[in-house]
C-alpha cells in the first residue's frame, strides 16, 4: 500500500544544532508539505513543494529549509534549533489536482533543550 | 485575519446526542473543504470532504457547505465516546495546491 512515513518518530536535539527530519512518500504525489502543530495554533505550513526542484516558504518559514531531489522525499532541515522549534512535525502529501485531500505522515516530536 | 477559523472547544455532548461543529473561512474562492480528524498523538485523519454548497453525508457523518456564507459544518449523529478527538477543519485555496487549517475544535462525548 502506498503510504507517506516520517522519521525519526522522536528527537531530542541541542539548541543551535542542525536537525533533519525525513518524510518519504510512495502515492508519487508532486504536492509535499511541512507543517509544524503547536497547542492553541492548529497546523502552520512551513514549506512546500508541488514538484521536483520546487520549493515554496509557507507562513512560518525562519530558520527552515527543504530540498526536493525527488518526487519521493522532502526532507527539513532546521538549521540551528531553537526552542522555539520545541514542536510535533507534520508531512503530507496531496495530488496537484483539485478537489483532493491531503495524506499526512505519523509526525515526529521534537525537543530542543 | 486567520484563513480559517473554528472554535476551539472543547464541545462536550453526552453519547447518542448530535454534535455540531463550525467553520468559517476567508477566501470567497475557494473550492475544495475538508474535516479532519485528530487522536491525541495521532496524524490527522480525512472523514469528510464536500466541493458543492449543500450536505454531504456518510454514515453518522454529514458535511455541510455555505459558499456564499463561506461557512462549513459538520455533524455527527450518535456521538459514541469513541469520536472523543480534535477535529480540524481544512480548506483548499484559490491556488488548489494549498491547504489551509483551522485550529482544531475539541470533542469530547461522555458516556
Known amino acids: 500500500d502506498a503510504e507517506i512515513t516520517q522519521s525519526p518518530r522522536h528527537k531530542i536535539t541541542e539548541t543551535g544544532r542542525q536537525v533533519t527530519l525525513a518524510c518519504h512518500q510512495t502515492?508519487?504525489?508532486?504536492?509535499m508539505f511541512w507543517y509544524r502543530q503547536d497547542l492553541g495554533h492548529g497546523l502552520r505550513l512551513i514549506h512546500y513543494s508541488y514538484g521536483v526542484h520546487d520549493t515554496n516558504k509557507g507562513e512560518v518559514s525562519d530558520g527552515y529549509s527543504v530540498s526536493r531531489s525527488n518526487t519521493e522525499d522532502l526532507p527539513l532541515t532546521l538549521e540551528s534549533a531553537a526552542s522555539s522549534q520545541t514542536s510535533v512535525y507534520f508531512c503530507a502529501s496531496s495530488y496537484d489536482r483539485s478537489n483532493t485531500e491531503a495524506f499526512f505522515g505519523q509526525g515526529t516530536r521534537l525537543t530542543v533543550v | 485575519q486567520k484563513e480559517v477559523e473554528q472554535n476551539s472547544g472543547p464541545l462536550s455532548v453526552p453519547e447518542g446526542a448530535i454534535a455540531s461543529l463550525n467553520c468559517t473561512y476567508s477566501d470567497r474562492v475557494s473550492q475544495s473543504f475538508f474535516w479532519y480528524r485528530q487522536y491525541s498523538g495521532k496524524s490527522p485523519e480525512l472523514i469528510m470532504s464536500i466541493y458543492s454548497n449543500g450536505d454531504k453525508e456518510d454514515g453518522r457523518f454529514t458535511a455541510q457547505l455555505n459558499k456564499a456564507s463561506q461557512y462549513v459544518s459538520l455533524l455527527i449523529r450518535d456521538s459514541q465516546p469513541s469520536d472523543s478527538a480534535t477535529y480540524l477543519c481544512a480548506v483548499n485555496g484559490n491556488n488548489f495546491n494549498k491547504f489551509y487549517f483551522g485550529s482544531g475544535t475539541k470533542l469530547n462525548v461522555k458516556p
Open positions: 502515492w508519487n504525489h508532486n504536492n
